[in-house]
């Protein structure tokens, strides 16, 4: 028989959505592996300090949204304010 038959259609469909998101998740791993051993340092060190790295851009990016978010607020009330 074929055995994608026996495979739950809801299974097979997610695993499906998923595949493209973990193939380009591989190829990133793999593009970063090949940057990583580029460095003259050990792979792990060059690993953790892109991983520092990336923790502060999002950080940074992070309070930036906050603050938009913020300003968004303030607009609305100062609108909602003097609209009365």
Do not use: C, H
């Amino acid at each position: 028989g074929n055995p994608s038959q026996r495979y739950n259609p809801e299974l097979q469909k997610r695993s499906l959505e998923n595949r493209k998101e973990r193939q380009q998740d591989l190829d990133n791993f793999v593009t970063k592996l090949k940057e990583y051993s580029r460095s003259d340092k050990p792979i792990w060190e060059v690993a953790a300090e892109d991983e520092a790295r990336a923790k502060a851009n999002a950080a940074k990016e992070q309070q930036r949204l906050a603050g938009e978010m913020q300003k968004r607020r303030d607009e609305i009330k100062r609108l909602s304010i003097s609209g009365k």
